[in-house]
């Protein structure tokens, strides 16, 4: 299954993303969490990225696209993916396409979360996560039941630098600029569906749920049985194949043998007896004729001591029978 999730910050695509990583058993891979972690951590990446993500700005195509492949090298994403943040301008869905038509697994789906402006404002500036098992809460919508602590594991709860009002309006200014094109590139495509962004998660997960049940699973079931033929096919033709070359392999040995038999002396007659004709040369005769030289014997006398033995001396043609 390989899906990606289309939206503005703070549509929900990230929290649907996991429900679907739950149900399909698939990996979520969202370019922002790889970068939050790479800024947390302190690499020369983090470092690099973290002043562009706090502007609210996109970080460079080049560091997206190492991120993306390298996570696709990893085992777990051959069965599929679900991306979040993803491509987020039309050169990264360029991107995408190609390096998908080279793994030969082409994107199945682009499901765009809709979700009007100024709810997407409230959603993200009142949001707050747990760093400790992710979860998610909004100050506006679902508040901790004790204020600032995650309900489920207590840790104190943080704010995203890049979610405040100032870096809002600019991140929601950038995803109209340059990721909300993506919308007419994956129509042009056929590959997009929409569902609204409004109302409960649960709610909002059955409309995806449906869409990926419909587009998706037909398509897989469809796609198995091609494999299945196109296997049968390869098995049949390499079956084929090898029958041909036991054959030929059966038919130069026999040549072998008629070429080895032609070549014994004849065995003559004592005097007096009638001589029979020579025989008609068979088949097998005509067949040996055309068969390859059999390889040179070792001359019976040995060459001086310091010449080498002629390995590649023609040995003398078998006598056409008369
Ligand atoms: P997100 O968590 O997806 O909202 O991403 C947070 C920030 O990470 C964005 O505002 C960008 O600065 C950066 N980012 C995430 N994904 C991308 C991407 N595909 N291309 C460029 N920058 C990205």
Redesign the pocket.
């Known amino acids: 299954m390989r899906i990606v999730l289309l939206g503005a910050?703070g549509s929900g695509k990230g929290t649907q993303a996991k429900l679907l990583v739950a149900k399909y058993n698939i990996p979520h891979v969202?370019?922002?969490?790889i970068?939050r972690s790479s800024v947390t951590a302190g690499t020369d990446l983090g470092k690099k990225a973290k002043a562009?993500?706090d502007a609210?700005?996109?970080?460079s195509d080049d560091i997206?696209l190492g991120l993306i492949q390298e996570r696709f090298a990893r085992t777990d994403a051959k069965n599929g993916f679900i991306l979040?943040?993803?491509?987020?301008n039309i050169p990264?869905a360029q991107a995408l396409d190609a390096m998908l038509a080279r793994l030969g697994r082409p994107l199945q789906l682009s499901l765009l979360v809709d979700v009007p402006n100024d709810v997407l404002m409230k959603r993200i500036t009142g949001r707050r996560s747990c760093p400790s098992c992710g979860s998610v809460f909004n100050i506006y919508f679902s508040q901790p039941k004790t204020s600032n602590k995650c309900d489920k594991c207590g840790t104190a709860l943080q704010h995203r630098s890049?979610d405040n009002e100032a870096t809002v309006r600019s991140?929601l200014q950038v995803y109209e600029q340059q990721t909300a094109p993506l919308v007419a590139y994956y129509k042009a495509q056929g590959k997009l569906r929409t569902v609204r962004g409004t109302g409960s998660i649960n709610e909002i997960f059955k409309s995806i749920s449906d869409i990926v049940e419909a587009q998706i699973r037909p398509l897989a079931d469809v796609m198995h049985k091609i494999e299945e033929e196109e296997a049968a096919k390869a098995a049949k033709v390499a079956a084929e194949k090898l029958a041909v070359k036991e054959a030929a392999k059966a038919a130069a040995k026999a040549a072998a043998a008629a070429a080895k038999a032609a070549k014994k002396p004849a065995v003559l007659p004592k005097a007096g007896k009638k001589v029979a004709p020579p025989a008609k040369p068979s088949k097998k005769d005509i067949t040996a004729k055309k068969a390859p030289p059999p390889k040179a014997k070792p001359a019976k006398k040995p060459a001086p001591a310091k010449a080498k033995p002629k390995a590649k001396a023609k040995p003398k043609p078998p006598k056409k029978p008369k």
């Open positions: 910050p969202s370019t922002g969490d970068l562009v993500m609210g700005q996109l970080v997206v979040d943040g993803f491509p987020r990264q890049d991140r």
